[in-house]
């Protein structure tokens, strides 16, 4: 059973029953199929499952055995490897994630954490040593957050920060790449960094990067739902849809996209794609009353003040809601990840190596509040799963360790290494292989961010931008729209900014950026062909 889930663990048992499984409801559209609250040593947990895999009940959580009992969001590749290694352990259930238990209480957790191929976030009471323990891959696919109950002081974890607000002070994300011992934070694996760099040549470089990503694509086609497809037309969803193709030559991929009503940029590249690989595609259309009526919804899943984040996040949101209310898929396969391994539009102005390595490990080592927390919470919330074949740590590992100089715009092509990987060899039209990127916000259509900017215009003064600078002093919004946006997710969540680190925007510190005032790739000057 692989799983997409919501839970909260918290280590305090006389928590009232009732409020506790009111909390666990505020993530009900993460795991609809079924809720669970168990009772274990010191610790009260909760479930909601999708089922993925292992459909019957076999595999509902939280799993106990060996004197621990586990919850555990998320998927293990190498579950069946890993099951070789504790050879004495009868499993109850076809569950990748039961292999943890026996895992733990062979190795620790400690060694547990660094032999997982996986995405995951996990809470576990062993109740031998009396410890709630907690752990998050090393990306920060899955998410978790935690906090201390008030009053008392006990450590609390859900999935998702809404479900802990209420009754924990000190709410704050997880740090992805790290476990929980009972006592203190460690990091086990930093993804952003690579203890060896290597200059392989070019065709070795891409090769590499071909068999890796393909590899990344096989392992999450597995699941006994039905697997779909997000579609933008762009490079990095393109790849996965075709990788996917050649991986599945019998089935017929169902595809879906979406934009607006008035000058959509990805749709036509979509279709073009969709006809290419023969795709069951599906297109759906927004409108400004559509985004505008889905913005407060968004924030509130999301749980973001920051602009780019929300400003991708509505047309990808509403397409995840079209899709679940329309078919009876449970899993997408999307494209994110990709930038941050191989560089933005913004990158191409990094101004040395050096610089551009640094900026893909702080974007690597950021991306859990920013894509990928888009990416979660669009697809969670309207109760499906997602997988990221480009956050792969296989991948991202050989990616992040390849000489910068080679990943920097040296070829006149963004992103070139990744292109080449793919080139001829019949997976893309080479315009749509070759052309330039344009950000999600902007290829739904030029007209989104132009109407979100529009409404704000029309809600606040001067003044009252003037006046957020001293009503917010964390990262005090700087234009109307920010305004618009901080102050939504301030009544869902007040105080609570310090979850997102800053605003996304392109580094600044490098000259030809430093009067860059906007998140989009549209105020550059490189943007060129890339909004056509």
């Known amino acids: 059973m692989k799983i997409m889930c919501g839970f909260v663990a918290v280590d305090k048992l006389d928590y009232d029953v009732k409020e506790f499984e009111d909390i666990l409801q505020t993530d009900c559209h993460r795991g609809p199929d079924m809720t669970w609250v168990s009772d274990f040593g010191t610790t009260k947990f909760g479930f909601n499952r999708l089922s993925i895999m292992d459909l019957s009940a076999d595999g509902m959580q939280p799993f106990k055995a060996l004197d621990c009992m586990l919850v555990c969001n998320g998927e ?9 290694l504790t050879p004495d352990f009868t499993y109850q259930s076809t569950s990748d994630c039961e292999v943890l238990i026996p895992l733990y209480r062979k190795y620790g957790l ?12 996990l809470v576990l009471h062993d109740q031998v040593s009396g410890k709630v323990l907690a752990a998050r891959d090393p990306i920060g696919i899955r998410p978790m957050f935690y906090g201390y109950v008030k009053g008392s002081g006990e450590i609390a974890f859900a999935s998702t920060a809404k479900s802990l ?23 086990y694996h930093d993804a952003s960094f690579s203890p060896k760099m290597i200059s392989p040549s070019l065709d070795e470089a ?27 037309g762009g490079l990095d969803s393109s790849l996965v849809c075709s990788i996917a193709t050649k991986l599945l030559p019998d089935k017929k991929l169902p595809t879906f996209a979406i934009g607006m009503d008035r ?13 290419y690989l023969g795709t069951d595609h599906t297109e759906f259309i927004m409108t400004r009353e559509d985004v505008l009526g889905a913005l407060r919804e968004v924030i509130y899943a999301l749980e973001t003040w920051d602009i780019t984040t929300i400003r991708a996040s509505i047309g990808m949101y509403l397409l995840c809601k079209k899709i679940h209310e329309t078919t009876d898929l449970k899993v997408l396969l999307t494209g994110e990840c990709s930038d941050e391994l191989f560089g933005y539009k913004y990158t191409d102005y990094a101004p040395s190596p050096a610089e551009f390595q640094a900026e893909s490990q702080k974007r690597i080592k950021e991306l859990y509040m920013y894509d990928v927390l888009r990416a979660d919470r669009c697809i ?14 296989d991948f991202v590992n050989y990616v992040m360790s390849l000489d910068p100089q080679m990943k920097m715009n040296i070829y006149g092509k963004g992103k070139y290494l990744l292109r080449k990987a793919f080139a001829d060899q019949d997976y893309l039209p080479t315009d749509i292989l070759m052309r330039e990127k344009a950000a999600f916000s902007d290829a739904v259509g030029h007209s989104l961010v132009d109407d979100l900017k529009e409404y704000a215009e029309e809600k606040y003064s001067d003044q009252d931008l003037k006046d957020a600078q001293a009503k917010y002093d964390y990262h005090a919004p700087f234009t109307k729209e920010s305004l618009l946006y901080r102050d939504i997710f301030e009544e869902f969540f007040p105080g609570q900014a310090q979850w997102i680190k800053d605003y996304w925007m392109p580094n600044k510190t490098w000259e030809a950026l430093k009067d860059v005032d906007d998140p989009s ?3 550059l000057k490189n943007y060129g062909d890339s909004g056509k």
């Open 380 to 393: 969670s919330s309207n109760s499906l799963e997602g997988r990221v074949p480009f956050a792969d740590l």
């Open 263 to 275: 000058n959509p940029i990805d749709l036509k590249y979509a279709r073009e794609v969709a006809d």
């Open 206 to 232: 891409t090769k590499e990067i071909h068999d890796r990503l393909v590899a990344g694509v096989k392992k999450r086609l597995h699941a006994d739902a039905p697997v779909g497809y997000l579609l933008s």
């Open 110 to 121: 400690d060694v547990m954490c660094k032999l997982l191929d996986a995405e995951f976030a």
């Open 521 to 523: 790739a549209r105020v």
């Open 76 to 84: 293990i590749y190498n579950y069946q490897e890993l099951e070789k």
């Open 165 to 187: 607000v209420k009754f924990c002070d000190q709410v704050m994300p997880f740090p992805p790449g790290h476990y929980y011992d009972g006592h203190k934070f460690v990091c």
